[in-house]
């Protein structure tokens, strides 16, 4: 049964970075099959998109977010990563991973979330 | 950017029919997916490619997309369906979640 677990510090300074991992069992993330992503919900509000990495290292962004951004892969490990940097109070969400479904530029979906953690960026 | 936009609140009585939509520009053209989250769980996959259940989702549960709307409906709810739902669609290289839409089942 396929599980994704979302693991890293609750609690990030303002200013620092915040660094996520998931760790995926159940499924192997070399797979060519799918992708794995990152979503954030910040409190009361819509979940939003934060990126997505493929086997081969290939990394799709959400714009917004781009040049603070990074995800990685551990194929060793069976995880992936997140790094965001320069966090404000507006980075204060919790943040999901995901297994992503993509059999074409335009056909994208979720179809496992891990349960989520909760990240308070703090002044 | 591209915006998805959903009603804040739909309320139903059990065993009736539930409407929730999501508009957007020309989404009719694009694939739109659709999530459920109950109350401090995380986001499931109901509906994908407008249409299609993702196995273990009753048939209850279905979508339609044409269009600037997308809907999902659900038929005969039932009380555990009471949670917030999201459509998502990819637009010019970005994934976007709708508002989300509180269902309340009375």
């Known amino acids: 049964q396929l599980q994704l677990q979302e693991s890293g510090p609750g609690l990030v300074k303002s200013s620092e970075t915040l660094s996520l991992t998931c760790t995926v069992s159940g499924d192997s993330i070399r797979s060519e099959t799918y992708y794995w992503g990152w979503i954030r919900q910040p409190p009361g509000k819509r979940l939003q998109w934060i990126g997505t990495?493929?086997?081969?290292?290939?990394?799709y962004y959400n714009p917004s977010l781009e040049s603070r951004l990074t995800i990685s892969l551990d194929t060793s490990k069976n995880q992936f990563s997140l790094r965001l940097n320069s966090v404000t109070a507006a980075d204060t969400a919790v943040y999901y991973c995901?297994?992503?479904?993509?059999?074409?530029?335009?056909?994208?979906?979720?179809?496992?979330w891990g349960q989520g953690t909760l990240v308070t960026v703090s002044s | 950017s591209y915006d998805l936009t959903q009603p804040p609140s739909v309320s139903v009585s059990p065993g009736q029919t539930a409407t929730i939509t999501c508009s957007g520009d020309s989404l009719g053209g694009k694939y739109v997916s659709w999530y459920q989250q109950p109350p401090g769980q995380s986001p499931m996959l109901v509906i994908y490619e407008d249409r299609k259940r993702p196995s273990g989702i009753p048939e209850r549960f279905s979508g339609s997309n044409s269009g600037n709307t997308a809907t999902l409906t659900i038929s005969g709810t039932q009380a555990m369906d009471e949670a917030d739902f999201y459509c998502q669609a990819w637009d010019g290289g970005t994934l976007v979640f709708g508002g989300g839409t509180k269902l309340t089942v009375l």
């Open positions: 995901a297994r992503q479904k993509s059999p074409g530029a335009t056909h994208n979906w979720f179809d496992t």
């Open positions: 990495i493929y086997y081969s290292g290939s990394t």
